[in-house]
């Protein structure tokens, strides 16, 4: 963990809710001058602490109104196989995120698609056209309680 003090974390709380701040609004939101901000921001972007400056869009405003997690277990396993694998999902841009996990199955997804048909259209031609898929399992999102990309900077 790198090592960040009282304004550093308030600087990432504050970039992490709104990436469009200048470094002029942030330093006097935190309390230093534009100059040491800048420099503590460009310290952060070397460090590889702040990855990225992205806009973060409404997906139901875009018609993307399905989220799905799907669990996916393998038929067989091995460095090859998994590669192959997961390079095969990155390239599909319905899934957002894909994760490797513990348990009775070997990942999980989160995809996105306007409607219940888009979803059935990925699943078949896409997913499970991947070899080696033993099992899939859709688990359908129905209220969004929490969705956030802001980090608990507060526990650091």
Known sequence: MQNLD????KILALLQRNNNLSAADIAERVGLSQSPCWRRINRMQEEGIISGGVAIL?????????VVFVHVKLSMHGWKLLNEFEQAIVSFPEVLECWTISGSMDFTLRVVT?????????LRSKLLQLPHIKEAQSHF???EVKNTTELPLEIL
């Open 6 to 9: 009282t304004t550093d974390r």
């Open 58 to 66: 409404n997906r139901k405003m875009l018609g993307l109104k399905v």
């Open 114 to 122: 306007k409607d219940i048909e888009s979803y059935e259209y990925f």
């Open 141 to 143: 999102t129905m209220t």
